[in-house]
């Protein structure tokens, strides 16, 4: 849902611009957050420096990333143009967008999940031609306020290690410190389907069996969403998928697995990214533009080869994520990937020109995960306790929390 906020005017003397940040109006205001969203990308280019870039297309949805969250606001930074009737033209110059939601912190005597109410802050972006100017500190000074009205204990962030102006900007002037460090792996979409080995079995969980044999496993997990149901039967989400040894007697009773599991078994789900935004890599080099398109080329002409393809990402492409990657046994990194074998095929009818999760750094199935580390990121998450006191005396300040082997990255915000 999406609450009303009071605007805020301040003002930066150094550079005498009057800076105001209000809540996004999606009648007016698109045509201009979707300018600042080109600029800002522009920017990341290299300013016409020949650097690749990653384009992100919301498919006309500035709220795309953040409208499947139980609680979410959009904020925008406008200044005075001077332009327009009687001179009261203004133009949005930042924006910043964040939701809410209560998310496992921790467990009580190791299995009770700890739930808290945690905000998360995204899409945070200033006009080149804005920053070193406050802006991006007034948006989100402007935006935890809204988090602290809405009962959030902490807010976290995520970006890119090597993005330093990013961490400068939330490690040195919001606040924020250094939280966890994910990895994001991308695997492209090739034209061929891969095979899936007659050693493993897959079946497709309902929602209901799912949101149970989740809430089971992820327990302990940081981050699991106390609204995992709400995900699970999203439209975007396109099944949840359980993976055991062929010959594994199953009769549909997650309850019966849960209580007997095998010795090895694997889950995850796939979400539907490419129906809410799309990518597209630009300033490629021509010759890498050639190389990838005969590999797509010769993989069309003699698909029994199996040949590695590189997609079309100079284009407008989507992606399926993968979320929820659990699992246990020592054959649990294999039979997760036959089911990331099975999500690329899924991508593959569907369109798609990637498939991406986000693990852990110690995440234990990590190994079944086929990806290019080139196409992939590693993550910084930065946190920040909002909260005067403790919710949860047994946990405490959960900044200061060792980081556990897993971690549950909700597909909505991703």
Same mark, same amino acid.
């Given at each position: 849902?999406?609450?009303?906020?009071?605007?805020?005017?301040?003002?930066?003397? !150094?550079? !005498?611009?009057?800076?105001?940040?209000?809540?996004?109006?999606?009648?007016?205001? &698109?045509?201009?957050?979707?300018?600042?969203?080109?600029?800002?990308?522009? @920017?990341?280019?290299?300013?016409?420096?020949?650097?690749?870039?990653?384009? /992100? *297309?919301?498919?006309?949805?500035?709220?795309? &990333?953040?409208?499947?969250?139980?609680?979410?606001?959009?904020?925008?930074?406008?200044?005075?143009?001077?332009?327009?009737?009687?001179?009261?033209?203004?133009?949005? %110059?930042?924006?910043?967008?964040? +939701?809410?939601?209560?998310?496992?912190?921790?467990?009580?005597?190791?299995k009770d999940p700890i739930y808290t109410k945690v905000a998360?802050?995204?899409?945070?972006?200033?006009?080149? /031609?804005?920053?070193?100017?406050?802006?991006?500190?007034?948006?989100?000074?402007?935006?935890?306020?809204?988090?602290?009205?809405?009962?959030?204990?902490?807010?976290?962030?995520?970006?890119?290690?090597?993005?330093?102006?990013?961490?400068?900007?939330?490690?040195?002037? +919001?606040?924020? #410190?250094?939280?966890?460090?994910?990895?994001?792996?991308?695997?492209?979409?090739?034209?061929? !389907?891969?095979?899936?080995?007659?050693?493993?079995? %897959?079946?497709?969980?309902?929602p209901r069996d799912a949101e149970r044999l989740y809430r089971?496993?992820?327990?302990?997990?940081?981050?699991?969403?106390?609204?995992? *149901?709400?995900?699970?039967?999203?439209?975007?989400?396109?099944?949840?998928?359980?993976?055991?040894? #062929?010959? /594994?007697?199953?009769?549909?009773?997650?309850?019966?697995?849960? !209580?007997?599991?095998?010795?090895?078994? #694997?889950?995850?789900?796939?979400?539907?990214?490419? *129906?809410?935004?799309?990518?597209?890599?630009?300033?490629?080099?021509?010759?890498?533009?050639?190389?990838?398109?005969?590999?797509?080329?010769?993989?069309?002409?003699? $698909?029994?080869?199996? %040949? $590695?393809?590189?997609?079309?990402?100079?284009?407008?492409?989507?992606?399926?994520?993968?979320? @929820?990657?659990? @699992?246990?046994? $020592?054959?649990?990194?294999?039979?997760? &990937?036959?089911?990331?074998?099975?999500?690329?095929?899924?991508?593959?009818?569907?369109?798609?020109?990637?498939?991406?999760?986000?693990?852990?750094? +110690?995440?234990?199935?990590?190994?079944?995960? $086929?990806?290019?580390?080139?196409?992939?990121?590693? *993550?910084?998450? +930065?946190?920040?306790r909002l909260a005067d006191g403790y919710t949860h005396g /047994?946990?405490?300040?959960?900044?200061?929390?060792?980081?556990?082997?897993?971690?549950?990255?909700?597909?909505?915000?991703?």
């Amino acid at each position: 849902m999406v609450v009303a906020v009071a605007a805020v005017v301040e003002e930066e003397a !150094a550079a !005498a611009v009057e800076v105001r940040v209000r809540e996004y109006n999606g009648g007016r205001d &698109r045509g201009g957050v979707e300018e600042v969203e080109r600029e800002c990308e522009v @920017g990341s280019s290299g300013g016409g420096s020949g650097k690749m870039c990653l384009f /992100t *297309d919301l498919l006309g949805d500035p709220l795309c &990333r953040i409208r499947n969250s139980p609680a979410y606001l959009m904020l925008v930074a406008e200044t005075a143009t001077g332009t327009g009737t009687g001179g009261g033209g203004t133009r949005i %110059i930042g924006l910043v967008r964040g +939701c809410v939601k209560s998310v496992v912190s921790g467990s009580s005597h190791g299995k009770d999940p700890i739930y808290t109410k945690v905000a998360y802050i995204l899409g945070l972006r200033v006009s080149p /031609t804005h920053r070193r100017k406050g802006v991006g500190k007034k948006l989100v000074e402007r935006m935890e306020e809204w988090f602290r009205q809405k009962g959030a204990e902490y807010s976290y962030m995520a970006t890119e290690q090597d993005n330093e102006a990013s961490v400068r900007l939330f490690t040195g002037r +919001c606040g924020y #410190a250094k939280f966890r460090t994910p990895s994001v792996l991308v695997h492209p979409v090739f034209r061929h !389907a891969l095979g899936l080995s007659r050693r493993v079995s %897959i079946v497709k969980l309902e929602p209901r069996d799912a949101e149970r044999l989740y809430r089971w496993h992820f327990a302990a997990v940081e981050f699991f969403p106390d609204d995992i *149901d709400a995900a699970l039967s999203n439209a975007l989400s396109l099944g949840t998928f359980i993976a055991v040894p #062929a010959g /594994t007697r199953w009769d549909g009773d997650v309850k019966a697995f849960i !209580a007997s599991p095998p010795a090895s078994w #694997a889950v995850l789900s796939v979400w539907n990214c490419m *129906d809410a935004f799309r990518l597209e890599v630009r300033g490629a080099p021509r010759v890498m533009r050639a190389a990838a398109g005969a590999t797509r080329m010769v993989d069309r002409a003699a $698909p029994w080869l199996g %040949i $590695p393809s590189i997609p079309n990402l100079f284009a407008p492409f989507g992606l399926y994520f993968l979320y @929820g990657l659990g @699992g246990a046994g $020592p054959g649990a990194p294999r039979l997760v &990937r036959a089911l990331c074998r099975h999500a690329h095929n899924m991508a593959r009818r569907g369109g798609c020109g990637v498939v991406a999760t986000e693990v852990a750094a +110690c995440e234990p199935v990590r190994a079944g995960v $086929p990806h290019w580390a080139r196409l992939g990121a590693e *993550d910084l998450w +930065c946190m920040k306790r909002l909260a005067d006191g403790y919710t949860h005396g /047994t946990l405490g300040d959960w900044t200061k929390a060792p980081p556990g082997r897993s971690i549950f990255v909700d597909p909505r915000e991703f």
